[in-house]
Structure formats: structure tokens, C-alpha cells
């Protein structure tokens, strides 16, 4: 590259999908690699086979109570949540989905990505009339502890035996955001 010329910007976007393409669906495959054998967060302790990985997100697209939001840097998939509706069935508890998989791949960390899919998902939330979210997350995971925090979700209750990670028990935290608290 021209040491003279500036830098390229860095764009950092986020939507709600309902489909993927073939590059899309690549780039999060690889993302979640990277988040995999970085250790912190998603559910899986190894990475998966790529078939395996590719049919996890194409389900994910086919369930009707799951919603998908990626988050792109410089154009490439490399962050995601979902939102877990509420069970179609359970009236008592129609008002607070649930934030899971939340993740940005290392590569991309430290660009507002990961604020920002909390926030679409945040805002999808309050159109939708949902008047609380919950997540949950390991203690271990400092750095989303923060986020979560900084965004005003409160943590109601911890699991000790929240997840087994390499023979270890490791407690979870759980936590709740009142969207409706301005
Ligand atoms: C938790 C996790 C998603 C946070 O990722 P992150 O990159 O630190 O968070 P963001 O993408 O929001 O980046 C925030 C940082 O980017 C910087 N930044 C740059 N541009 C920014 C912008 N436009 N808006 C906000 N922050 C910006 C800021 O320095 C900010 O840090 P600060 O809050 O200390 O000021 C990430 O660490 C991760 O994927 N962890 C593993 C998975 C996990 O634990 N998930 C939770 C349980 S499922």
C-alpha cells in the first residue's frame, strides 16, 4: 500500500437477517471459528465440522422464534445475535425474550459491534412491545459482563453449575434489562 495515501475508513453495519448467501454464510461460519478457538463465549467448547457449522445457521434462519442479526466490518459478516422469542404458548412470560449467542469474532472486537447488535436488537425489542430481555452468561466472560452492564441489563441471579467447561463447573450469571426504563 502507498504509505502517502490515508488509511481506509472502517465501516461497521448491522441488520436483521432472514436469509444469508453463500459469502455470508461463510464469513459466519468463520467467525464463529474464530470466537470458538478464542474460548470466550459461544456455545461450543471446539470448533465443528464446516457442514455441521453451515447447518447450525441455516437452522437458526428456519426456526420461526429465533431471530438473526449479523454485524459486518468492512463489508464481512463477523459478529451475530439472536433473539429468542418468547414461547408462543406461555402468556405469563410473553413480554421478555431472551438475548443468546451474542458474539463478535476477535479479528473485529473493539469497533462498536457488539454495542451495536445489543442495540438493534434493543430497538427491535421496544417496537415489537416487549417490555424486558434477559441473557445470561458465563462469569468468565469479563468483557460482555461489561458490555451488558454498560448497556443497563441488572444481574438477578447466578448458577453455579451453569456450564461444564474442560471437567470445571463455571457459574453463570443471569441478567435482566427493563426496556422500558427510559
Ligand atoms: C462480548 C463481546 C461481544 C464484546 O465485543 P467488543 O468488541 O469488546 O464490543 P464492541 O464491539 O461493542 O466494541 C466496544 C469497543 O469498541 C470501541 N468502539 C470503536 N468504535 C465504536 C463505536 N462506533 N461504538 C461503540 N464502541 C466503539 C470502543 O472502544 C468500545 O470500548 P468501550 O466500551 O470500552 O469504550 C466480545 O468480547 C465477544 O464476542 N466475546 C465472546 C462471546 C461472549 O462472551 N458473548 C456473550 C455471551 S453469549
Known amino acids: 500500500m ?16 432472514t436469509e444469508l448467501n453463500r459469502l455470508d454464510l461463510d464469513d459466519l461460519c468463520d467467525a464463529t471459528d474464530a470466537a470458538i478457538v478464542d474460548g470466550n463465549g459461544f456455545g461450543w467448547l471446539t470448533p465443528q465440522p464446516r457442514d455441521q457449522m453451515e447447518r447450525y445457521w441455516k ?10 442479526w449479523i454485524g459486518r466490518l468492512d463489508g464481512s459478516v463477523a459478529a451475530s445475535a439472536q433473539l429468542q ?6 402468556e405469563a412470560q410473553a413480554h421478555c425474550p431472551q438475548l443468546t449467542t451474542h458474539f463478535v469474532a476477535p479479528w473485529a472486537r473493539g469497533h462498536g459491534l457488539a454495542a451495536g447488535l445489543l442495540e ?10 416487549y417490555t424486558h430481555l434477559r441473557l445470561d452468561v458465563r462469569c468468565t466472560q469479563a468483557r460482555a459482563i461489561e458490555v451488558y452492564e454498560d ?26 434489562k427493563d426496556l422500558t426504563a427510559g
Not at 422469542?85 to 406461555?90: E, H, K, Y
Not at 447466578?158 to 441478567?175: C, M, N, Q
Open 120 to 129: 438493534a436488537v434493543e430497538e427491535y425489542c421496544g417496537q415489537q412491545g
Open 151 to 176: 448497556h443497563g441489563f441488572t444481574r438477578w441471579g447466578e448458577l453455579p453449575s451453569y456450564a461444564k467447561i474442560d471437567g470445571k463447573l463455571v457459574t453463570g450469571y443471569f441478567y435482566v
Open 2 to 17: 502507498d504509505a502517502s495515501q490515508p488509511a481506509p475508513a472502517t465501516s461497521v453495519s448491522v441488520e436483521h437477517v
Open 59 to 68: 437452522g437458526v434462519l428456519l426456526v420461526p422464534e429465533r431471530l438473526l
Open 85 to 90: 422469542l418468547p414461547p408462543r404458548f406461555n
